[in-house]
Each structure stands twice: as structure tokens, then as C-alpha cells.
């Protein structure tokens, strides 16, 4: 069976296992298991210069081969182009992006280093699986190199229309590397429309036939399992008991502009001010989790929130009652799932997400006998496999405070049934099966897409 070399940005912790991992190292967990396999890419430390061997450390079958960037590599590349230029392009907003060639260059450099890293490392039957937006031009580089191994590439954030996309100065230019990959992944229909549309628009109309839609799920019934336990553990008694007999309504985000906080608390604020037979009732707990800190529009937006959420419970509040819970830690993973649980309304609403696995784990982490209501952003990718959710408008305050109300509400059999609309899917379209398509494209026939 040949080897899969797995590469991202960030590289998963090697020592990182079990209940700890998360994110990719979690998804891709099956796809590993089964074979030899290798993890390429950043370490996760800055030196002085970019490195160009990587360092090598083995665990069983696996190999982690990483490499630590240059400071100004990382500011370039990472907090530059990736999260400056890319990121805020690719979810639809443009104005937030900040384009400058030096970051771009920087972009480019370090593709560049890692192809070089890599391709020494290649076996010729390797296959090659490329994650993510700050590695686009990885591809073209490692063909430039020489390599001739099937190279697949998966998109974990939205594709924008070609229009919105190509305004992205060198927008053009990222696409046409692309065309170097023999399988281009995106999360929903929706992106590989996009995405084609933007490949034909520069000629690469063989390179638009190779797009597909893989949508990313979730390992749900370890999730679940997770959840049931956790509820019942102490972690959870604590928090329920600080709730004294109120409906909990959670949110948990990594603290990013994409994924609606400000426009979700003004929401919740609408809630109190127009149904007020839920003041003293709900709790809102809003798990945020600082990401990105060193980024100036993540810092204004840390300020926008801690003055909603004094402003909320400044006019709201009680003595005995505080409706809304605002932390920007990290929770423990299985504490999560315990609240998850807990919570009556899982409200996840994303101004544009490429999928949204909160959403799913919210899902699966329910009570069979007495499930809690999911409002989900229309705008997410887990829309099309979440029927039975409320959806709402992000951006519109009311819309967020009529679907909590109708949430709140709910009576047992609605919310039975909406649950059971989508727990089946959650599990069977889980991490697994979307690794297993994937694999199933890259190892597929057909002959590479040597040197676009
Ligand atoms: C990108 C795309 C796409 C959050 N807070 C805590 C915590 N989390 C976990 C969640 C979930 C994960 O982080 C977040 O995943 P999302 O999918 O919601 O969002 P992104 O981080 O933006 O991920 C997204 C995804 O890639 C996969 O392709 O779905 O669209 O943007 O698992 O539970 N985990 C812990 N503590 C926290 O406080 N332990």
C-alpha cells in the first residue's frame, strides 16, 4: 500500500494523542491508521532563518518531518498573506484584505521551502495530500522540483466567486497553481462551483474537471460517547448547578471575525429586549478561544466583544442572574461535549464557514431522549447536511432573536424530530468516510497532472 504524506501548516504535536488532539489530527486519524504515513510542515517555532532540512521524529508507522520558519518568513507568509490577504478573501470579505507584495513574496518563499524540504523525502509511490490555504502553490513547486507522485490539495475554508476571488491582487495567479494538483478538494457544491468557474475563467478547464466537493464530518459517536460521559462528570455538575434550573444556550468559536460573534450577541441582546419571558430564564455561555492574537483585526475585535458583553450584562443583568457567559480560554474537548449536552440551543452562526464542525459536534452530542435545537448560519457549509436545524441570517440581529425564541420554545416531539433528521448523517458522512473519498479520488486512475 503506498505511503500517504500528509501536509499542512501546522503539523500535529506528536506527543499530542487521544482525547488531546484535535482538529486535523482527529479527521485524519483513520487515514493514518492504516498505513504507512508521514506529516509535513511548520513546526510551530520561529528561528532566525527558515530551516531547510526538516527535523525527523518517528512513532510507530508515522513520521513527523517538520520545519522551523524564519521570524520574518512567518510574519510574511503566515500573518501576512495567509491570514491578511487569503483568509479574509476566501470568506467573502474583501475589505478586510490587505495585499502587499513582500507578504505575497514571502507566501511564495516558503512554498518554495517546504517543496524543497519535501521533495528529497518523497518515495515514488507516495501519495501526496495538501492541506489548506496557506499551501496553494505547494503543488506547482513540487512539480517544478521534479515530482511525479499523484498530488492532492483540500480547501478546508469557502472558495468565493471567481469576481470576488481574482480581485485579490495575484488571485490569478493561485489558481493557476492549482492546476498542478490530480485531485482539488473543496468542502461543499457550492466552493467547487466557485472554484471551477474560476479555473475555466483562466483556461485550466482540464484543472476545473478535477474539482470535487468532499464535505469534512466528524468522528461522532467517540464525540458522543465523550459527551455522555462528560455530562455526567464534575465538570459538568458544576456548570449545571451555577445554571440553577436555566436553559443554557452555547456558543463555541475560535475567536475569528468570520464567525459572526458581534452580530451573535447583538442577536442574543434582541432576544431579551423583544421576548421578554426569557430574561431570568437563559443563559448564554460563549466559548471563544483566542486565535490568531498577534493579528491587529483580531485585537479590535477581542475589544468589540468584551464591550458587547458588558453592555449585555450591564442592562440585563440580575443580581442573581448574569445572562451572559463570555470566555476567550480554551475548554477541555470532553468538558465541550458535556456542555454541548447540556446546552437546550447549540447557536452557531458564521458570517461564512467552510464548513463547521461545532455544528456537527453540537449534533452528536445530544441526548437521544431529549435533544436540544441546533441555529445554524445559512451560510455555513454544514448547512446542506443539517436539515432539521433553524437557520437564520447571520447578519440580521432579529432574525437570531426570532430563532433562539422559536428554539427556546420547542416542544419535546419538533425537537425529537429535527434531531433525528440529521443525527444519521452527522455519523455516517463523519471523519472517516470523508477520508476515505478522498483517498479513494487520490489513489484513483487516470494519469497525473505533471507540470501545469
Ligand atoms: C476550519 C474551517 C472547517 C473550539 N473551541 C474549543 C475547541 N474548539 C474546536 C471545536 C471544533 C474546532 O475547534 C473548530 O472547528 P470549526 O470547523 O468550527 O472551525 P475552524 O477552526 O474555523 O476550522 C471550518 C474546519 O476547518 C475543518 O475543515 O469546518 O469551516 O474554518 O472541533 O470543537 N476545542 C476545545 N476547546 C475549545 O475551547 N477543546
Redesign the pocket.
Known sequence: MSRLVLVANRVPNPNDRGATA??LAVALRDAVSRRDAMWFGWSGSTAEATATTPQIETRGRLTYATLDLGKEDYRRYYQGFANGSLWPTLHYRLGLSHFDRADYAGYRKVNNAFAVALAPLLRRDDLVWVHDFHLFPLGAELRRLGARQRLGFFL??PFPPPGLFFAMPRGAELVADLAAYDVIGVQTEEDAGNLRAALANIGQKAAAARVAAFP?GIEADSFARAAAKSASGIETARFRQSLVGRTLVLG???L?YTKGLPQRFAGFAQLLNQFEQHRQRVTYLQ?A?VSRGDVAQYRSLRRELDEWAGRINGQYADPDWMPLRYMTR????PT?AGFMRLARVGLVTPLR??????AK?YVAAQDPADPGVLVLSRFA?AVAQLPGALLVNPLDPDEIAEALDTALEMGREERLARWRSMEAGVREQGAQAWCQDFMAALEGGGPTAIAA
Not at 480554551?330 to 474537548?333: G, I, K
Open positions: 484535535g482538529g478546508h475554508v469534512i463555541v468559536d475560535r475569528d466559548v478561544p480554551a475548554v477541555a474537548r465541550l464557514d467552510g464548513m463547521n464542525l461545532v459536534e457549509g
